[in-house]
Every structure is written in structure tokens, then in C-alpha cells.
């Protein structure tokens, strides 16, 4: 009877030691906030780099963007319909984020920038648009019998979020997306 009794001690006990041990292996060590990478810097002239907007804006107004934001930096350029002779008007804001790290749940590890990135891209609205080098979304809305148009484009690069929002008129849908998209691959390139 002793000897059922030790050996159904020495049963319960080696699979607390194996179950403690594969415990402790899956938990590791802690999570810090210094495990967590930070976003990555930005240029300080990042909207200057992004060069001659002035094809996006009626013929007489003068192309400034305007930068504000050091972490996530916003580019605007306004051209207002009661400074022009004709009826036009319009507007270009570029948004520039860059994607630190998270803390992940107890016991897990942080979220890579890319992955916080990439989250940040899924919650836009918007259509995929296939065939991009990078995952792109787009999102048009017309007003004004078809010559008013506002486009927002989104592009996704590793840790980067760029968004485009170019609204103008009068000025073609497919002229408006284009300028757009090449404005938003600019901005991936020069924030690199």
C-alpha cells in the first residue's frame, strides 16, 4: 500500500514538474515597454520633398504645402474658390503616419510596427485596387453633375500609412485618382 502511495506521488509530481516547466517556457520573461519598437522619425521637410503640386491646383493660385506634425506629419494645400477668377477650387491633404509597436495581451509578444500599420490600413474605407505595388484602397465620391469630385487614397508600406484626399472642381474622376495615387507613392518614397 506504501508503494501504490509513492508511486502516485511521484506520477503527481513529475506532471507538476513537466506542466510547470512547459508553463514557464510558453510565458518567458515579461513584456516591457522597452521591448516595443517606436516609429520610425520623419523627415522635417518631408511635404517639400513631395515636390511641384501645382497640376493639382487651379491655374492661379500659388502651390504651398503647408507641414504641421513632427510624429505623423500633414501636408495641405488649399486653393479657394473666392480667390480664382473661375469657378474652381481645391484642396490636397496628405497624411504621412508612421506605426510604432504595441503591447501585445499577458504573455505575448509586442506587435511589430508593420502589423499596427496594417491594422490602421484595414479599418479605412475603401476599395482594394489590384494590380499596385503596395496594398492600396480607394474611396471617390462625386458631387455637382460629375465634375466635382473628392478622391481619398490610402497605401499601405511596411510601417507607413500615407493618405491622399485631393477634392476639386471642376476636374475629370480619372484625372482626380491618378493625381492622387502618384501623390501617395511620392510620400512613400520620400518618407523612406
Not at 31 to 47: F, M, N, Q, T
Not at 82 to 90: I, M, N, P, R, V
Not at 99 to 110: F, I, Q, T
Amino acid at each position: 500500500m506504501a508503494g501504490g502511495v509513492v508511486r502516485g506521488t511521484l506520477i503527481a509530481s513529475g506532471v507538476a514538474l513537466v506542466a510547470g516547466l512547459g508553463i514557464g517556457f510558453a510565458s518567458g520573461e515579461p513584456v516591457h515597454e522597452d521591448d516595443v519598437i517606436g516609429a520610425r522619425k520623419l523627415p522635417a521637410d518631408l511635404c517639400g520633398r513631395l515636390g511641384d503640386i501645382s497640376a493639382l491646383l487651379p491655374k492661379a493660385s500659388s502651390p504651398v504645402f503647408a507641414q504641421t506634425g513632427t510624429g505623423e506629419v500633414r501636408c495641405r494645400a488649399v486653393a479657394e474658390e473666392s480667390g480664382q477668377q473661375t469657378f474652381t477650387a481645391a484642396t490636397v491633404n496628405v497624411r504621412i503616419t508612421p506605426y510604432a509597436g504595441k503591447l501585445g495581451g499577458e504573455g505575448e509578444p509586442p506587435f511589430r510596427p508593420d502589423q499596427v500599420a496594417r491594422k490602421a490600413f484595414d479599418r479605412e474605407k475603401g476599395v482594394i485596387m489590384p494590380g499596385r505595388p503596395y496594398p492600396t484602397r480607394i474611396d471617390r465620391f462625386g458631387r455637382t453633375g460629375g465634375e466635382d469630385w473628392k478622391v481619398s487614397v490610402v497605401v499601405l508600406r511596411d510601417d507607413l500609412v500615407v493618405q491622399v484626399d485631393y477634392e476639386a472642381h471642376p476636374v475629370e474622376p480619372a484625372k482626380a485618382e491618378q493625381a492622387a495615387l502618384v501623390l501617395a507613392d511620392r510620400a512613400i518614397w520620400e518618407a523612406k
